[in-house]
T-cell receptor, first 112, second 114 residues
C-alpha cells in the first residue's frame, strides 16, 4: 500500500446519513490534511490536523488522527447531495520537504 | 484576490507537440508547487519552485518535463514531445511560506494528448 491510502474506495449513502472515510499512512508526519474534489474540478482544502492533535472539528466535519496506528478518519455528518465528491487525505511527511503525499481517494455519492 | 489561476483549463495536443501550462500564484505567495493527477488516482508531487529557483524537482520525469518560475510572470510547466501517457490533470498550488500547510490549489489544466 502507498502512503496515504483511503478506505473505502467508493461510498454511497442516503442524504442525511453520516459518511466515514479512513486514511492510512506509513511514515511519520507533521500533519495530515483532507481535501475535496468535485468531478473535473480543483481541490478544496477541508481541514488540517497536526501530529500532536487527536481530533478536530469544522462544521459538519470531524477528523481524528491516531499516530500510533498511522491512520485518520473523516466523518461528514448529516450528509447532503452537495457533498458528493472525491475526498483525499494528504500527508506532510516529516523530513519530506515541501510536498504533500496524496492518497488515491474515496468517491462519495450522496443520494436524495 | 483571484486565487491561484491556471490556464488553459483544457489543452489538447497531438503526440510530439509541446504543452505549456501556466500558473499565477495568489498575490503575496512566492512558493509554487506542481502536481499531476492521472485518471482515477490521487495527486503526485512534481516540482516546488520559488522565484527564479527550483527547490525540489524530485517528482519530475527525467526527460521532456521542465518548470520555471521567473522573476516576472507566471510559473510555466513545459512538456516537450508529449505522449499519450502525459494525458492528465496538472494542478498548481501556491503558499505564502515554505511548507505545505498553507496550500491553495488552482483549478487545474486538463491535458489530453491525441
Amino acid at each position: 500500500s502507498q502512503q496515504g491510502e483511503e478506505d473505502p474506495q467508493a461510498l454511497s449513502i442516503q442524504e442525511g446519513e453520516n459518511a466515514t472515510m479512513n486514511c492510512s499512512y506509513k511514515t511519520s508526519i507533521n500533519n495530515l490534511q483532507w481535501y475535496r474534489q468535485n468531478s473535473g474540478r480543483g481541490l478544496v482544502h477541508l481541514i488540517l490536523i497536526r501530529s500532536n492533535e487527536r481530533e478536530k472539528h469544522s462544521g459538519r466535519l470531524r477528523v481524528t488522527l491516531d499516530t500510533s496506528k498511522k491512520s485518520s478518519s473523516l466523518l461528514i455528518t448529516a450528509s447532503r447531495a452537495a457533498d458528493t465528491a472525491s475526498y483525499f487525505c494528504a500527508t506532510d511527511v516529516t523530513g519530506g520537504g515541501n510536498k504533500l503525499t496524496f492518497g488515491t481517494g474515496t468517491q462519495l455519492k450522496v443520494e436524495l | 484576490n483571484a486565487g491561484v489561476m491556471q490556464n488553459p483549463r483544457h489543452l489538447v495536443r497531438r503526440r510530439g507537440q509541446e504543452a505549456r501550462l501556466r500558473c499565477s500564484p495568489m498575490k503575496g505567495h512566492s512558493h509554487v508547487y506542481w502536481y499531476r493527477q492521472l485518471p482515477e488516482e490521487g495527486l503526485k508531487f512534481m516540482v516546488y519552485l520559488q522565484k527564479e529557483n527550483i527547490i525540489d524537482e524530485s517528482g519530475m520525469p527525467k526527460e521532456r518535463f521542465s518548470a520555471e518560475f521567473p522573476k516576472e510572470g507566471p510559473s510555466i510547466l513545459r512538456i516537450q514531445q508529449v505522449v499519450r501517457g502525459d494525458s492528465a490533470a496538472y494542478f498548481c498550488a501556491s503558499s505564502p511560506v515554505t511548507g505545505p500547510s498553507g496550500y491553495t490549489f488552482g483549478s487545474g489544466t486538463r491535458l489530453t494528448v491525441v
